[in-house]
Nanobody, 128 residues
Framework: QVQLVESGGGLVQAGGSLRLSCLAS????????VAWFRQAPEKERDFVAA????????YYVDSVKGRFTISRDNAKNTVYLQMNSLKPGDTAVYYC?????????????????????WGQGTQVTVSS
């Protein structure tokens, strides 16, 4: 069983930066794939970025490539999402998710149904 707690959200002006953190319980965190999803009001929950459990390979949706960076510190049981050059369109509740099964590639990581564990979310609001 893994519990995930997100933090680091807030209100920022367009062009600014935020760093989200996803703190996980459990001693085998390094064996989990971790992803960030986001959900804007009245929209579906969408994939943002993921980091694999073994190689640390990273995957991003096109709209955040070059602006967001996902990373992990297994010693701290934490995954980060560094968000730079934020835009009003990035406004959403951001969720981290985790699972420990093999994933073949990008398409797999974007599948909400793949993830067994979810955090409660953290609000990110970008003003224009």
């Amino acid at each position: 069983q893994v519990q995930l707690v997100e933090s680091g959200g807030g209100l920022v002006q367009a062009g600014g930066s935020l760093r989200l953190s996803c703190l996980a319980s459990g001693r085998t965190f390094s064996s989990y794939n971790v992803a960030w999803f986001r959900q804007a009001p009245e929209k579906e929950r969408d994939f943002v970025a993921a980091i694999s459990r073994s190689s640390g390979s990273t995957y991003y949706v096109d709209s955040v490539k070059g602006r967001f960076t996902i990373s992990r510190d297994n010693a701290k049981n934490t995954v980060y999402l560094q968000m730079n050059s934020l835009k009003p369109g990035d406004t959403a509740v951001y969720y981290c998710a985790a699972d420990n099964l093999y994933c073949a590639g990008y398409g797999c990581y974007t599948d909400l149904g793949k993830y067994d564990y979810w955090g409660q979310g953290t609000q990110v609001t970008v003003s224009s």
